[in-house]
Nanobody
């Protein structure tokens, strides 16, 4: 298994930027597809972005395309989410999640390992 710890959340004004980090420990990180999800108060958890185990493929929710960028460095056991042009509707707790690379299915589901979350608040 792999353990995930998010960091980098905070309070940002609309239009600003923030970079979230997901630090992994445990088994070989290079065999895990990794994603970011978020959950706002009163709403269900939603998919934000995902990156393939080797970093060659990325996937984004329509709501963040062109604004967010997901990346990873397996040598550093870290995945990042660069968030630009932030909007108040981006306010949520952001979670890092991973699944073994051989798990089939859509990139926005079937994640087995989760971090504790980091709060992102965007003021209007």
């Amino acid at each position: 298994q792999v353990q995930l710890v998010e960091s980098g959340g905070g309070l940002v004004q609309a239009g600003g930027s923030l970079r979230l980090s997901c630090a992994a420990s445990g088994r070989t990180f290079s065999i895990y597809t990794t994603a970011w999800f978020r959950q706002a108060p009163g709403k269900e958890r939603e998919f934000v972005a995902a990156i393939s185990a080797g970093g060659g493929m990325t996937y984004y929710a329509d709501s963040v395309k062109g604004r967010f960028t997901i990346s990873r460095d397996n040598a550093k056991n870290t995945v990042w989410l660069q968030m630009n042009s932030l909007k108040p509707e981006d306010t949520a707790v952001y979670y890092c999640a991973s699944r073994l690379v051989y798990i089939s299915g859509a990139y926005d589901r079937k994640y087995d390992y989760w971090g504790q979350g980091t709060q992102v608040t965007v003021s209007s």
